[in-house]
Each structure stands twice: as structure tokens, then as C-alpha cells.
């Protein structure tokens, strides 16, 4: 292992994989000054998103590399121990793998409670102290207050792996992507996390040869891109779902609010009324452009937590570009 | 630290946004915020923006830091406000008149404010039932806009009666299947939206009052004096005793009486039973049983402590039982033509009538409770403004009460008023200074070591049912040991927050209710209930009979499984 790992961590600008990109070595950092007595450091396995499981095959392949980065932050990080919350199916399917390789280690398997919200950090704390899986208010974050009021590290999979690969000095700025939808070759692909949309696409063989457009970054809450936008990285999570043009837009929207409504946990007037609404306005196939452009607002803008606050850029986008 | 808002330098000791800008009298509209709760932050409503900051912030959970600059009205937040309003009506069925908020609802309010569209969208919620539990709170979840206010309130009193269930897609605030109501009304207390009322029409009393054959006997609460006041626009804690039966007698009412004339029995006999328990060393410690939420919750939950309440009626009840028995009987009045009426802080009242074990001579002692907020809307509906009645002497007989007798109205009085008296029984002496400050405030637990003759006698005073639960648990585990005495109101405060009181009840607010209530006691010559004389000559001349006595002074409690929950529609 580096001997500053953080600096590590810089030199590569590594930004957190769950999808909300939040330099690595500054959250690392957080946690490793707070003053406390008892620090937590969570992985993050719950991934929830439609069409999107390449934490899934991680943990499938590389559960070495992901148990070496949640050992690094053991390390860096003083007085601490570790969980990997895992959502029910990756509990069943890798538990005896992982446990393997974290023999004698401070790390302990814990399942998740609760829907997609199940892996939003401060539910994720919430779960693990025993309590109903809800969102808390924010501030204070995790790293200040997070798992039984201790400094809290939340990092996904992913970046466990990527920090696993750096330590051992093995890191190739690769970034996982699960390619789904109106493709060939469905799957996850390891590969330079520079590349564009197109490039992915184009590289693992799933260009498509028939007019299409794409929703990157979230199997629901990712922006819809036309082949002409595809020359930029995926933004949010590692996902790239390719659609035929015929696909209607208001059962992929259907798709979309059914998710969203089974998901949230009702909690704030945005995200409960709001989606509601779309769901009402979508079921009419006709687009009340006033009533959804005020509801995108306040989901945006005044969203208790980042579900709501990104569920309107799917539909924002694909009404924009798609419906018209 | 100083921080800045709408471009003015503002001092503060810290706190959040809204906080802050109250203290410096900067109005942000908070919807679901209670000062009595942990801010829940879901309506969306208070959304302010901060300088550097991507996105809007909500104040009611946002914590100030020094140079923050906050700015708390532009045309996005207006925007964002007007639409999560909208939204929030369109999960709310309006029936204004009919509403416990009526003329002071913060939803309207704003919906005027913001030029809000109160019916942009259609009602999702106008087919949701409504439910009643017992005979006193109804529930209307079409009304609910989920800001599960209910719910923690209904937590923080240990009852978790309110819970949320997932139908379908979405979470709806649903009555438990399991827990039980204990009918305290906090859920009422803490609910914007007027989703929670208590159980009452105007039928009731205005009937009888137009029945010829009818005596319609009234009595009121310690409490109501210094509250009702607010529901005609007077300050809070204004006293307004003589105003209130003025009002009655506007209404046509026979006869008015004071509940704290009932306390002084309440007193008398509870001291005695005190007085008896100490000597026997049995079924200590004694609790009161005052109040009704309070006695449902240990019998269904600690059905073991039965043995240790307190068997003396509640005020209302000894009252009531007496208006029906001594009082009749003295005026020649055939008991079955008196119409018993009480004004109660508390909605719970209205569930301690109908108890069978409170019969007297198998008559209710009381018919019907008024809660403050239905004697305030039947005051209105006959187009009388309290505030500018003038004050008017109540009837003979019940009118005079000690200052013991005042105090019931806010936590720890029962307890003082009851050890003004039993200290002088178990000591035969005179009691120099009657104020015991221990027990005073809004504090939730108070704790007090009481020097009676050559023995400290411990007491314990709980406001707010969620505390005393974790008390009892605590003695279960002894971590806790050694009370003679315990007294428990279920609401915070006391009487003066009780379920039945003006909206909005906060802290602030409760302490001055209670403050009041303190003040008349400091002016009374008779500060002791055993010294009132109508307590005096009524154990003379009529309650000598000990069978008789018992028959009008004491209750019973047995175990009691679930109340009946109903849905309405």
C-alpha cells in the first residue's frame, strides 16, 4: 500500500462510483480529521437502479480487490471499523466469497433494508442502527454524523475496487459500465473512464444500426442523450441503456414513474405529489407542459433527498428531445 | 455569531434559519414545523436560499453558521413555495367551516400569500376514509397532507397508535391494529391541516338548553380561564373566568360551576388516600388519576400498577357526581332533569364520561364535554365575543375554589394542592409556606424530596405521556425507586396542553396558560383544598356516610383490552 494513499487518491482524482461523483480523497479526508472516538466506514453494495448491476458483477469477480480497498480506508482511517451492505440477492450470492477475504478484519456483512432508497447513505445508517429505512436530514453528512452519530465513510463498491487497485498499485482509470436495452452484447464492461458514450458503444460492439436514442447515467434517473450528444462521458452512474426510436415514450415514462412511486419514501411534498402528478399526467399521453415544468422545479429544487432531486431529468429530457 | 438576512446584519446565538428570523421578526412561511417536534422538514414550504449555495435549503432544519447570508423572499422561492403549496391542496380536502383551524389555518394563509391555485389538482385523496377512534377523535385522512406530525407526536407519547403503512404506492398515515389510542389528542394539537378533531355536535347542548324540562348545569375546567381567551384574540394567558360565565349565562345556561371547586374534593380525598397508604406502607407509589389518558394507558398496558392508582374521581367526575346527588337533593331537583355539561382542556374527557365505573347512582355524572376549541365555535356560532363580555359572578355552591384547586390546571398541581393537605394531616401541623416550586414548569420529569415530619417523602411530577412510560420502565428495572407519590399528565404541560385546548399550543405558549393559573393561586386567601368551606361543610354534613362518600368520591380500574376503532367512511 502508497504511503499517503490520499494523495493517491488525488493524483487520480478519483470521484465516488455511485453516481453522484464526490471526490474520493476529500471524503476520505473528512472522515480521517473529525475528531471522534469511533469512526464507520461503509460499502455501499445496494445498487437499485433499473438495468444497472455492475456492482453486482464486482462483487462476483473482484471481491479481493474490493475487501483490499475497504482495508486501505481501515487503515487510513484511525479507531475504525467496516460494513458491506449488500441488498438481499448480493447478501445470498457472495457473503461466503467475501467472507473469505475479510477473515480477521473489522468488516461485517450487513443486509439491506428497504427499497432503492435502502442504499441513500443516511437510510443506509439508519438501516444499520435498526431503524426504519428513511432518509435523514442533511446536513449534518455522514462524515460528520453518520453511522450511531460517528464520522462515517459511505463509498460504493466501485470506488472500493478502484481505491483496492490503486493500493496495489494496478489502477487504470478504467470505470465499469452496464450496457442494457436494444443492444447485442448486454453486459458490463470494464473500460478507460474517459471514453464518451459513443466510444463505449462503439467499442463493445452495441453501436446501434437503426435510429435509437440513449438514457445514460441511471436505468430510471439517467438524461436522455440523441446519437448527436453521445461525444460526452456518462454522467451519475455507469449505465447506458440504448432505446429504438419506436420505443412510445410514455410507456418508457410508465416505466420510469412505476419506479419512482415504488421507491420513494413519500416523505416530502415534491416527491410524493409531485411524481404522482407526472404519473397522472403521463397516464393521459398528453403533456400538461405548465404542470410538469413547475413540478421539475420543485423536484430539483426542493427535494428532501437525491432521489427526487434527479428523478425529473429523465422525464425533463426525453419530453424535451424526444416527445417535443 | 452574525449572519445576514435579506441584506441585514443580524446577532444570533445560533439555531436554525427559522429560529433565527422568528427572533428578528422575519416571517418564513413553516408549514409542518412544530416547536413541540424535531423539524420533520417534509412540507417543502420554507425553502430559503443561501448565498454560494446551488440549491434551496429548507430553514426549519437548517442550522445558521457565522457570515451565512440568507435570503428568504425572491421569485424562485415564491415559485417553488406557490407550487408545493398546490401540491400539498391537492392532497387536502378542504371543509374550512367545519375545521379546527378555521380563521387561523396556515394553509389558507399561504394559499393567499403565494396566489396559490388551490385546486390545480384534483383531490387524490377524497375517497380516503375517515376513522374515529372511541368516542373521541375522528381522523379524516382525506384531510392529512403527511407531514406525520401525528405520528412522531403520537411516538414521543409512547402510544405509536399513528403509524405509517405503504398501500399501493404511497405511505398513508393509518390508525395501528395493535397499539391503542389513549385518546390525549396531541395528534390533534400537532396537525396543520385540521385532520384530527374531537367528537362533538352542537346538537347536543343546544337541545337541551331548549328543552323547558331540562336544568342544564355547566362547569369548567382550571385550565380553560387561561386559554379560551386566545380564541377571541386576547393574549395568551389572559385570564377571563368571569367572561366565561358570562358567556354561558348568554347562552341560557342554568347553572354555571367551577371545576376547581371539584379539585378541592379531588385533593381532599386523594391527601387522605395518600395519608392512608403511607401509614399501611401499601400500593405505594400512589398515582394520580386525574387524567383519563393517563388511566387507560396503565390499564392496558401496566394493568400491575392498577392496584396503585389513585381511586378518587377526576375533578369533572366528583363535580358531576355531586351536581347530580348533594346538589339536587338540596335544591329539590329530580337528578334525571339535569343536563351536565363540562368545558375540558381535553378530548380524553369526553371518553371518562362514559366510563361505567364513574356512574353515580347509575347516572352519568356529567352528559357531555365541551373541549375549549367547541365551547369557543358555540360561543361564536351564537355571535358572542368573549373578549367583550363583561365578567359575571359564577352560581353559589361551586363557585369558590382554593388556590389548590386552580393549579390542577397545570402539571405538578395535583401533586402540590395534594401535599398541601396531606402534609398537614400526617404532621397536625400548619403548613407556613404551600408553594412547592419543585414541582412547577414545563419540565418533563420533576423530581422533588419533601421533608413530612422526620421523613423525606420522594415525588415525582410527569408531563407527557412518553416520558412517564420510560419512568415506569425505569422502575421495573430499578433505576428508579423509593416514590411515594407520582403524578403523570399525558399531555405536555399538563392540562393547560391538553388535546382540547386552543391551536396553536406550543411551549411558549403553555407557560403562559399555566403562569396564570399560578398567579390566582398566589392572590387566594385559601390556598388549601381541605380549608375550602363548601369542602368542609359537604364532608359534614353529607359524606360522613362512608359508604355514601365512597360511592361519590371513588372510581375503579380494571384491565382493559383495545377501544373501538371505526372507520366512518
Known amino acids: ?324 | 455569531m452574525i449572519i445576514i438576512i435579506n441584506g441585514k446584519k443580524i446577532k444570533t446565538g445560533g439555531g436554525t434559519i427559522l429560529e433565527v428570523a422568528k427572533k428578528n421578526n422575519i416571517e418564513i412561511p413553516a408549514l409542518c414545523n412544530h416547536p413541540d417536534l424535531k423539524p420533520g422538514s417534509s412540507c417543502r414550504v420554507c425553502m430559503v436560499e443561501i448565498k454560494g449555495n446551488k440549491k434551496l435549503v429548507p430553514a426549519c432544519s437548517t442550522k445558521v453558521y457565522p457570515g451565512m447570508e440568507i435570503i428568504t423572499e425572491s421569485s424562485k422561492i415564491k415559485k417553488v413555495r406557490k407550487i408545493n403549496l398546490e401540491l400539498l391542496f391537492s392532497q387536502h380536502k378542504e371543509e374550512c367551516l367545519d375545521c379546527v383551524w378555521n380563521g387561523e389555518c396556515s394553509l389558507l394563509d399561504l394559499a393567499d400569500k403565494y396566489k396559490v391555485k388551490i385546486n390545480r389538482f384534483k383531490d387524490r385523496k377524497s375517497e380516503y376514509p375517515v376513522y374515529q377512534f372511541g368516542n373521541v377523535i375522528q381522523f379524516d385522512s382525506s384531510k392529512c397532507i403527511d407531514c406525520r406530525n401525528c405520528v412522531v407526536a403520537c411516538h414521543l407519547q409512547g402510544v405509536d397508535f399513528l403509524e405509517i403503512k405503504e398501500k399501493g404506492t404511497l405511505f398513508q398515515v393509518v390508525p395501528s391494529t395493535k397499539n391503542d389510542c389513549i385518546y390525549c389528542g396531541q395528534c390533534l394539537i400537532h396537525c396543520p391541516a385540521g385532520a384530527f378533531e374531537s367528537v362533538g355536535e352542537f346538537e347536543d347542548i343546544e337541545k337541551p338548553l331548549k328543552q323547558k324540562d331540562k336544568i342544564v348545569v355547566f362547569q369548567f375546567a382550571p385550565s380553560i380561564r387561561s386559554s379560551i381567551g386566545e380564541e377571541f384574540g386576547m393574549p395568551y394567558g389572559s385570564l377571563v373566568t368571569g367572561k366565561i360565565v358570562a358567556g354561558l349565562k348568554k347562552l341560557g345556561v342554568d347553572k354555571i360551576f367551577d371545576t376547581c371547586v371539584g379539585a378541592d374534593f379531588t385533593t381532599s380525598s386523594e391527601a387522605l388516600e395518600v395519608v392512608e397508604r403511607i401509614k399501611s406502607n401499601k400500593n405505594l407509589p400512589v398515582l394520580t388519576s386525574c387524567c383519563p389518558s393517563w388511566v387507560k394507558f396503565l390499564e392496558q398496558r401496566y394493568p400491575q400498577l392498577i392496584p396503585n392508582i389513585s381511586t378518587t374521581r377526576s375533578p369533572q367526575i366528583i363535580l358531576g357526581s355531586l351536581i347530580k346527588t348533594y346538589w339536587a337533593k338540596k335544591n329539590n331537583i329530580d337528578p334525571k332533569k339535569i343536563y351536565s355539561v363540562s368545558i375540558m382542556p381535553c378530548v380524553a374527557k369526553k371518553f371518562e364520561i362514559i366510563r361505567p365505573e364513574n356512574n353515580v347512582f347509575g347516572m352519568h355524572p356529567v352528559d357531555c364535554v365541551l373541549t375549549t376549541r367547541e365551547f369557543a365555535r358555540l360561543l361564536m356560532k351564537h355571535k358572542i365575543d368573549l373578549k367583550k363580555l363583561k365578567p359575571v359572578k359564577m352560581d353559589n355552591m361551586f363557585s369558590d375554589p382554593s388556590g389548590a384547586g386552580v393549579i390542577y390546571g397545570a402539571s405538578g398541581g395535583v401533586m402540590e394542592s395534594a401535599f398541601r393537605t396531606a402534609y398537614e394531616h400526617l404532621t397536625n401541623t400548619k403548613l407556613k409556606n404551600v408553594e412547592f416550586k419543585q414541582v412547577r414548569g414545563m419540565q418533563g420529569v420533576k423530581e422533588a424530596e419533601i421533608k413530612v415530619g422526620s421523613k423525606k417523602r420522594k415525588i415525582a411530577v410527569i408531563n407527557g405521556l412518553g416520558l412517564a412510560k420510560q419512568f415506569l420502565e425505569d422502575m421495573k428495572l430499578g433505576k428508579r425507586k423509593g416514590y411515594t407519590c407520582i403524578e403523570v399528565m399525558a399531555c405536555p404541560g399538563g392540562c393547560i396542553g391538553g388535546g382540547g385546548q386552543p391551536i396553536p399550543t406550543n411551549s411558549e405558549i403553555r407557560e403562559k396558560r399555566a403562569l396564570t393559573l399560578y398567579q390566582v393561586d398566589k392572590k387566594k386567601k385559601i390556598r388549601k383544598a381541605h380549608e375550602n368551606p363548601i369542602v368542609k361543610k359537604i364532608y359534614k354534613e353529607y359524606l360522613k356516610d362512608k359508604e355514601l362518600a365512597h360511592k361519590v368520591l371513588h372510581t375503579s380500574y380494571s384491565k382493559k383490552g383495545r377501544g373501538l376503532v371505526k372507520i366512518c367512511k
Open chain 1, 1 to 324: 500500500m502508497p504511503k499517503n494513499i490520499l494523495k493517491e487518491l488525488k493524483k487520480y482524482n478519483l470521484l465516488g462510483r455511485s453516481g453522484s461523483g464526490f471526490p474520493t480523497a476529500l471524503k476520505w479526508e473528512l472522515v480521517k480529521k473529525a475528531k471522534a472516538r469511533r469512526k464507520y466506514i461503509i460499502c455501499n453494495c445496494s445498487e437499485g437502479e433499473p438495468k444497472n448491476f455492475k456492482d453486482k458483477f464486482i462483487l462476483e469477480n473482484y471481491p479481493e480487490i474490493v475487501v483490499q480497498g475497504i482495508k486501505t480506508a481501515l487503515k487510513t482511517i484511525d479507531n475504525s471499523s467496516a460494513f458491506v451492505y449488500l441488498k438481499k440477492e448480493y447478501y445470498n450470492s457472495f457473503s461466503n466469497k467475501l467472507s473469505r477475504f475479510i477473515k480477521g478484519l473489522p468488516i461485517k456483512l450487513a443486509k439491506k433494508k428497504g427499497g432503492y432508497l435502502g442504499g441513500e447513505e443516511t437510510v443506509i445508517c439508519e438501516v444499520l442502527e435498526g431503524k426504519k429505512p428513511e432518509p435523514r436530514i442533511k446536513p449534518p453528512f455522514p462524515t460528520e454524523s453518520g453511522l450511531w452519530g460517528c464520522p462515517t465513510l459511505v463509498n460504493n463498491t466501485e470506488t472500493f475496487y478502484c481505491v483496492g487497485k490503486i493500493s496495489k498499485g494496478e489502477y487504470k482509470k478504467t470505470r465499469f459500465y452496464t450496457i442494457a436495452g436494444d443492444v447485442k452484447k448486454q453486459g458490463v464492461y470494464e473500460l478507460p473512464e474517459k471514453y464518451t458514450v459513443k466510444e463505449i458503444l462503439k467499442e463493445t460492439g452495441n453501436y446501434p444500426d437503426f435510429d435509437f436514442f440513449v438514457q445514460s447515467g441511471g436505468g430510471a434517473m439517467g438524461e436522455i442523450l440523441l446519437p448527436k450528444e453521445l461525444n460526452k462521458q456518462v454522467q451519475g452512474i455507469g449505465s447506458i441503456v440504448v432505446y429504438n426510436i419506436k420505443k412510445d415514450p410514455f410507456s418508457l415514462m410508465k416505466e420510469w414513474t412505476s419506479f419512482f412511486l415504488a421507491e420513494n419514501c413519500d416523505k416530502c411534498t415534491p416527491c410524493r405529489e409531485g411524481l404522482y402528478r407526472i404519473d397522472e399526467i403521463i397516464a393521459k399521453k398528453k403533456i400538461n407542459k405548465q404542470a410538469l415544468s413547475d413540478i421539475f422545479l420543485v423536484l430539483k429544487e426542493t427535494s428532501l433527498c437525491p432521489l427526487g432531486a434527479n428523478a425529473y431529468k429523465p422525464f425533463e429530457t426525453l419530453i424535451k428531445k424526444i416527445i417535443k
